[in-house]
Protein backbone atom coordinates (compact mmCIF):
# COMPACT_ATOMS: atom_id res chain seq x y z
CA UNK A 1 0.00 0.00 0.00
CA UNK A 2 1.46 3.45 -0.65
CA UNK A 3 1.07 6.16 2.16
CA UNK A 4 0.18 9.64 0.97
CA UNK A 5 2.27 11.07 3.53
CA UNK A 6 3.50 10.12 7.26
CA UNK A 7 1.66 13.21 9.23
CA UNK A 8 -0.60 12.64 11.90
CA UNK A 9 -3.68 11.83 9.36
CA UNK A 10 -2.85 9.18 7.07
CA UNK A 11 -4.64 8.33 3.58
CA UNK A 12 -3.51 5.49 1.55
CA UNK A 13 -5.41 3.03 -1.23
CA UNK A 14 -6.10 -0.50 -0.67
CA UNK A 15 -8.13 -3.39 -1.52
CA UNK A 16 -11.41 -5.10 0.09
CA UNK A 17 -11.25 -9.07 -1.64
CA UNK A 18 -10.76 -7.15 -5.56
CA UNK A 19 -12.25 -3.59 -4.86
CA UNK A 20 -10.16 -0.99 -4.51
CA UNK A 21 -10.39 1.45 -1.69
CA UNK A 22 -9.60 4.42 -0.35
CA UNK A 23 -8.22 4.88 4.04
CA UNK A 24 -8.12 7.55 5.42
CA UNK A 25 -6.76 7.39 8.96
CA UNK A 26 -6.70 9.66 12.35
CA UNK A 27 -3.69 8.35 14.17
CA UNK A 28 -3.65 9.76 16.82
CA UNK A 29 -7.36 9.89 17.32
CA UNK A 30 -7.80 6.22 16.49
CA UNK A 31 -10.54 6.60 13.99
CA UNK A 32 -10.35 5.00 10.43
CA UNK A 33 -12.54 5.98 7.93
CA UNK A 34 -12.68 3.08 4.30
CA UNK A 35 -14.26 3.86 1.03
CA UNK A 36 -15.01 1.72 -2.06
CA UNK A 37 -14.53 3.38 -5.14
CA UNK A 38 -16.68 1.54 -6.71
CA UNK A 39 -19.94 3.74 -6.23
CA UNK A 40 -18.04 5.51 -3.51
CA UNK A 41 -20.01 3.98 -1.22
CA UNK A 42 -18.53 4.64 2.42
CA UNK A 43 -17.88 0.95 3.82
CA UNK A 44 -16.63 2.01 7.91
CA UNK A 45 -16.25 4.39 9.89
CA UNK A 46 -13.87 2.99 12.80
CA UNK A 47 -14.33 5.26 16.32
CA UNK A 48 -12.71 4.64 19.79
CA UNK A 49 -15.61 4.02 22.00
CA UNK A 50 -13.86 2.99 25.69
CA UNK A 51 -10.93 0.33 25.09
CA UNK A 52 -12.81 -0.72 22.09
CA UNK A 53 -13.71 0.27 18.47
CA UNK A 54 -17.02 0.80 17.40
CA UNK A 55 -17.72 0.97 13.61
CA UNK A 56 -20.40 3.73 13.21
CA UNK A 57 -20.87 2.63 9.36
CA UNK A 58 -23.48 -0.40 8.51
CA UNK A 59 -21.70 -0.78 5.13
CA UNK A 60 -20.74 -3.23 2.62
CA UNK A 61 -18.61 -6.09 4.42
CA UNK A 62 -17.16 -7.79 1.45
CA UNK A 63 -16.28 -6.70 -2.54
CA UNK A 64 -18.91 -9.14 -3.38
CA UNK A 65 -21.45 -7.38 -1.58
CA UNK A 66 -19.89 -3.96 -2.83
CA UNK A 67 -21.08 -4.95 -6.45
CA UNK A 68 -24.20 -6.48 -5.49
CA UNK A 69 -25.05 -3.18 -3.48
CA UNK A 70 -27.94 -4.66 -1.68
CA UNK A 71 -30.02 -1.47 0.26
CA UNK A 72 -27.63 0.84 -1.45
CA UNK A 73 -25.73 1.10 1.63
CA UNK A 74 -24.04 4.27 1.57
CA UNK A 75 -25.07 5.32 -1.59
CA UNK A 76 -24.41 8.13 -3.66
CA UNK A 77 -27.49 9.50 -5.25
CA UNK A 78 -26.92 11.87 -8.30
CA UNK A 79 -28.80 13.15 -10.46
CA UNK A 80 -31.38 11.94 -8.14
CA UNK A 81 -32.20 10.65 -4.84
CA UNK A 82 -35.29 8.26 -3.89
CA UNK A 83 -37.38 6.93 -6.74
CA UNK A 84 -38.88 8.69 -9.66
CA UNK A 85 -42.36 8.18 -10.31
CA UNK A 86 -43.16 5.07 -12.82
CA UNK A 87 -39.83 6.23 -14.21
CA UNK A 88 -41.18 8.98 -15.78
CA UNK A 89 -41.05 13.03 -15.64
CA UNK A 90 -40.65 15.99 -18.01
CA UNK A 91 -38.76 18.78 -17.89
CA UNK A 92 -38.80 22.06 -19.81
CA UNK A 93 -41.58 20.55 -22.29
CA UNK A 94 -39.62 17.44 -23.14
CA UNK A 95 -41.49 14.11 -22.17
CA UNK A 96 -38.84 11.76 -20.56
CA UNK A 97 -38.90 8.10 -19.86
CA UNK A 98 -36.29 6.17 -18.17
CA UNK A 99 -37.66 2.85 -18.80
CA UNK A 100 -38.32 2.60 -22.04
CA UNK A 101 -40.38 -0.74 -23.32
CA UNK A 102 -40.73 -1.55 -19.58
CA UNK A 103 -43.69 -2.04 -17.97
CA UNK A 104 -45.30 -3.25 -14.87
CA UNK A 105 -43.14 -3.73 -11.56
CA UNK A 106 -40.17 -3.29 -14.39
CA UNK A 107 -41.11 0.36 -14.00
CA UNK A 108 -38.69 1.30 -11.44
CA UNK A 109 -35.77 4.21 -11.37
CA UNK A 110 -34.38 4.96 -8.23
CA UNK A 111 -31.68 6.18 -6.62
CA UNK A 112 -29.80 7.94 -9.98
CA UNK A 113 -27.08 6.49 -11.74
CA UNK A 114 -23.89 6.58 -10.15
CA UNK A 115 -24.29 3.33 -7.43
CA UNK A 116 -22.14 0.94 -10.38
CA UNK A 117 -19.74 3.51 -11.59
CA UNK A 118 -16.02 2.82 -10.66
CA UNK A 119 -14.86 6.35 -9.59
CA UNK A 120 -11.41 7.92 -10.31
CA UNK A 121 -9.16 9.04 -7.35
CA UNK A 122 -8.54 12.74 -8.44
CA UNK A 123 -6.72 13.66 -4.90
CA UNK A 124 -5.42 11.73 -2.04
CA UNK A 125 -4.13 13.73 0.80
CA UNK A 126 -2.74 14.09 4.59
CA UNK A 127 -1.75 16.92 6.95
CA UNK A 128 -1.65 17.24 10.64
CA UNK A 129 -5.12 18.91 10.23
CA UNK A 130 -7.31 16.16 7.97
CA UNK A 131 -7.00 13.57 6.06
CA UNK A 132 -9.44 13.33 2.38
CA UNK A 133 -10.07 11.42 -0.74
CA UNK A 134 -12.16 13.28 -3.67
CA UNK A 135 -13.49 10.83 -6.32
CA UNK A 136 -14.54 11.56 -9.86
CA UNK A 137 -16.70 9.99 -12.44
CA UNK A 138 -17.93 11.13 -15.55
CA UNK A 139 -20.31 8.63 -16.17
CA UNK A 140 -24.05 10.64 -16.45
CA UNK A 141 -23.80 10.99 -19.80
CA UNK A 142 -26.71 10.95 -22.24
CA UNK A 143 -29.12 7.96 -21.85
CA UNK A 144 -32.73 6.47 -22.22
CA UNK A 145 -34.67 9.55 -20.10
CA UNK A 146 -31.85 11.17 -18.97
CA UNK A 147 -30.33 13.28 -22.25
CA UNK A 148 -27.85 15.07 -20.13
CA UNK A 149 -24.00 15.10 -19.06
CA UNK A 150 -23.59 15.76 -15.53
CA UNK A 151 -19.44 15.46 -14.07
CA UNK A 152 -19.66 14.56 -10.52
CA UNK A 153 -17.04 15.03 -7.70
CA UNK A 154 -17.66 13.54 -3.89
CA UNK A 155 -14.38 14.46 -1.83
CA UNK A 156 -14.75 12.65 2.16
CA UNK A 157 -12.66 14.92 5.19
CA UNK A 158 -11.87 13.48 8.34
CA UNK A 159 -10.75 15.99 10.57
CA UNK A 160 -11.45 16.63 14.62
CA UNK A 161 -14.28 17.44 13.45
CA UNK A 162 -16.03 14.04 12.64
CA UNK A 163 -16.12 13.09 9.03
CA UNK A 164 -17.28 15.68 6.15
CA UNK A 165 -18.73 14.81 2.68
CA UNK A 166 -18.90 16.97 0.00
CA UNK A 167 -20.55 16.32 -3.54
CA UNK A 168 -19.96 18.70 -6.46
CA UNK A 169 -22.25 18.20 -9.60
CA UNK A 170 -21.34 20.08 -12.79
CA UNK A 171 -23.40 20.67 -15.78
CA UNK A 172 -21.14 19.91 -18.94
CA UNK A 173 -24.08 19.29 -21.52
CA UNK A 174 -25.64 22.29 -23.64
CA UNK A 175 -28.85 22.20 -21.90
CA UNK A 176 -29.86 23.14 -18.33
CA UNK A 177 -30.57 19.55 -16.29
CA UNK A 178 -32.18 18.46 -14.08
CA UNK A 179 -30.05 17.22 -11.27
CA UNK A 180 -29.75 17.12 -7.34
CA UNK A 181 -28.18 15.29 -4.17
CA UNK A 182 -28.74 12.53 -1.82
CA UNK A 183 -26.56 10.05 0.17
CA UNK A 184 -27.64 6.56 1.69
CA UNK A 185 -26.23 6.09 4.93
CA UNK A 186 -27.01 3.40 7.65
CA UNK A 187 -25.36 4.00 10.98
CA UNK A 188 -25.50 1.07 13.93
CA UNK A 189 -24.37 2.17 17.62
CA UNK A 190 -24.39 -0.89 19.22
CA UNK A 191 -25.61 -4.68 18.87
CA UNK A 192 -28.70 -4.30 19.12
CA UNK A 193 -31.85 -3.21 17.30
CA UNK A 194 -33.03 0.13 16.60
CA UNK A 195 -35.68 0.15 18.94
CA UNK A 196 -33.95 1.02 22.26
CA UNK A 197 -32.23 3.91 20.55
CA UNK A 198 -33.46 7.63 20.44
CA UNK A 199 -33.62 9.54 17.65
CA UNK A 200 -33.75 13.42 17.05
CA UNK A 201 -35.11 14.79 13.93
CA UNK A 202 -35.15 19.46 14.11
CA UNK A 203 -38.22 19.34 11.22
CA UNK A 204 -41.34 20.96 11.31
CA UNK A 205 -43.11 19.25 8.56
CA UNK A 206 -43.78 15.51 7.54
CA UNK A 207 -43.50 14.57 3.47
CA UNK A 208 -46.89 12.96 3.04
CA UNK A 209 -46.63 9.84 0.11
CA UNK A 210 -48.49 7.51 -1.00
CA UNK A 211 -48.54 3.73 -0.50
CA UNK A 212 -45.86 3.87 -3.25
CA UNK A 213 -43.86 6.00 -1.19
CA UNK A 214 -44.12 8.95 -3.54
CA UNK A 215 -44.80 12.54 -2.43
CA UNK A 216 -48.44 13.71 -2.57
CA UNK A 217 -48.99 15.87 -5.28
CA UNK A 218 -48.62 19.87 -4.52
CA UNK A 219 -49.35 21.11 -0.57
CA UNK A 220 -50.81 17.78 0.23
CA UNK A 221 -47.47 16.69 0.23
CA UNK A 222 -46.61 18.62 3.39
CA UNK A 223 -48.35 18.00 7.11
CA UNK A 224 -47.42 19.29 10.13
CA UNK A 225 -45.58 17.43 12.83
CA UNK A 226 -48.27 18.78 15.10
CA UNK A 227 -50.29 16.96 13.01
CA UNK A 228 -48.50 13.28 13.13
CA UNK A 229 -47.32 12.74 16.63
CA UNK A 230 -46.50 9.11 16.09
CA UNK A 231 -43.55 10.06 13.67
CA UNK A 232 -42.85 13.58 15.29
CA UNK A 233 -39.27 13.29 16.57
CA UNK A 234 -38.81 16.82 17.36
CA UNK A 235 -37.76 15.93 21.00
CA UNK A 236 -35.53 12.89 21.03
CA UNK A 237 -37.26 9.93 21.97
CA UNK A 238 -36.98 6.42 21.44
CA UNK A 239 -37.74 4.40 18.24
CA UNK A 240 -39.38 1.66 19.71
CA UNK A 241 -41.74 -0.23 17.53
CA UNK A 242 -41.67 2.75 15.05
CA UNK A 243 -41.25 1.94 11.48
CA UNK A 244 -39.81 4.85 9.68
CA UNK A 245 -39.26 5.11 5.85
CA UNK A 246 -40.25 8.40 5.90
CA UNK A 247 -38.77 12.28 4.76
CA UNK A 248 -39.09 15.29 7.04
CA UNK A 249 -38.61 18.73 5.76
CA UNK A 250 -38.62 22.53 7.06
CA UNK A 251 -35.51 21.51 9.14
CA UNK A 252 -33.76 24.04 11.11
CA UNK A 253 -30.63 24.38 11.92
CA UNK A 254 -28.09 24.82 14.98
CA UNK A 255 -26.24 28.19 15.29
CA UNK A 256 -23.32 27.27 13.42
CA UNK A 257 -25.77 26.90 10.39
CA UNK A 258 -26.00 23.14 10.50
CA UNK A 259 -28.70 20.61 10.80
CA UNK A 260 -28.38 17.87 12.83
CA UNK A 261 -29.83 15.15 12.92
CA UNK A 262 -29.10 13.21 16.41
CA UNK A 263 -29.40 9.27 16.77
CA UNK A 264 -28.18 8.43 20.35
CA UNK A 265 -27.91 4.93 22.38
CA UNK A 266 -29.57 5.62 25.59
CA UNK A 267 -27.60 2.81 27.46
CA UNK A 268 -24.00 4.25 26.49
CA UNK A 269 -24.99 7.89 26.21
CA UNK A 270 -22.79 7.07 22.70
CA UNK A 271 -24.30 8.89 19.69
CA UNK A 272 -23.55 10.51 16.43
CA UNK A 273 -25.08 13.67 14.65
CA UNK A 274 -25.89 13.72 11.27
CA UNK A 275 -25.55 16.87 9.23
CA UNK A 276 -26.50 18.85 5.99
CA UNK A 277 -26.80 22.25 5.46
CA UNK A 278 -30.01 22.45 3.56
CA UNK A 279 -32.15 20.09 1.73
CA UNK A 280 -34.68 17.35 3.57
CA UNK A 281 -33.53 14.29 5.58
CA UNK A 282 -35.23 10.91 5.12
CA UNK A 283 -35.01 8.15 7.93
CA UNK A 284 -35.41 4.44 6.81
CA UNK A 285 -35.51 1.98 10.14
CA UNK A 286 -34.20 -0.75 7.32
CA UNK A 287 -37.35 -3.06 8.17
CA UNK A 288 -37.39 -4.59 5.02
CA UNK A 289 -33.60 -4.78 4.56
CA UNK A 290 -32.01 -8.33 3.32
CA UNK A 291 -29.33 -7.94 5.59
CA UNK A 292 -29.74 -7.58 9.73
CA UNK A 293 -33.10 -6.23 9.18
CA UNK A 294 -33.78 -3.05 12.12
CA UNK A 295 -30.41 -2.90 13.54
CA UNK A 296 -29.19 -0.28 11.48
CA UNK A 297 -30.64 3.33 10.49
CA UNK A 298 -30.76 4.91 7.22
CA UNK A 299 -30.66 8.65 8.05
CA UNK A 300 -30.30 10.26 4.23
CA UNK A 301 -29.34 13.69 4.08
CA UNK A 302 -30.67 14.71 0.78
CA UNK A 303 -30.78 18.02 -1.37
CA UNK A 304 -34.97 17.72 -2.58
CA UNK A 305 -37.58 15.07 -1.66
CA UNK A 306 -37.60 11.82 -3.94
CA UNK A 307 -39.78 12.15 -7.45
CA UNK A 308 -38.46 15.99 -7.19
CA UNK A 309 -38.32 15.58 -11.64
CA UNK A 310 -41.79 15.60 -11.09
CA UNK A 311 -42.34 18.51 -8.69
CA UNK A 312 -43.47 22.07 -9.82
CA UNK A 313 -42.08 23.13 -6.30
CA UNK A 314 -39.09 21.61 -6.56
CA UNK A 315 -38.21 22.86 -10.57
CA UNK A 316 -35.69 25.52 -9.37
CA UNK A 317 -33.93 23.30 -6.65
CA UNK A 318 -33.12 20.59 -9.51
CA UNK A 319 -32.00 22.84 -12.14
CA UNK A 320 -28.40 23.39 -13.32
CA UNK A 321 -28.02 25.38 -15.89
CA UNK A 322 -24.84 24.39 -18.86
CA UNK A 323 -21.42 25.53 -17.44
CA UNK A 324 -23.06 25.92 -13.62
CA UNK A 325 -21.75 23.53 -10.43
CA UNK A 326 -23.90 23.22 -7.42
CA UNK A 327 -22.08 21.91 -4.14
CA UNK A 328 -24.13 19.82 -0.98
CA UNK A 329 -22.24 19.15 2.09
CA UNK A 330 -23.18 16.73 4.82
CA UNK A 331 -21.38 14.64 7.15
CA UNK A 332 -21.18 12.78 10.83
CA UNK A 333 -19.94 13.65 13.78
CA UNK A 334 -19.64 11.68 17.07
CA UNK A 335 -21.47 12.90 20.49
CA UNK A 336 -20.46 11.03 23.67
Do not use: K
Amino acid sequence: MARANAAPYGAERGRLDDQPIVMLSDHAGHRRVRIAQHGAALLGFDVPRGDATQDLADGYRDGAEVIARAGSRFAIMVPFAGRIADARYEFDGHAQDLQPGATGAARTSRHGFVRDADFDIAALRADDRHAGVTLRTASIRPQPGYPYAIDLEVTFILDAGGLALEACMRNVGTHAAPCFFGWHPYFRLADSMVDGWQLQIPAQTLIRTNADLMALPGAAAHVALDDAPALDFREPRRLGGSILDQGYADLEADADGRIRTRLRDPSSGFGIAVWQERGVMHAFTADTASRDARRAIALEPMECMADAFNRPDCAQAIRLEPGAERRFRCGVEVES
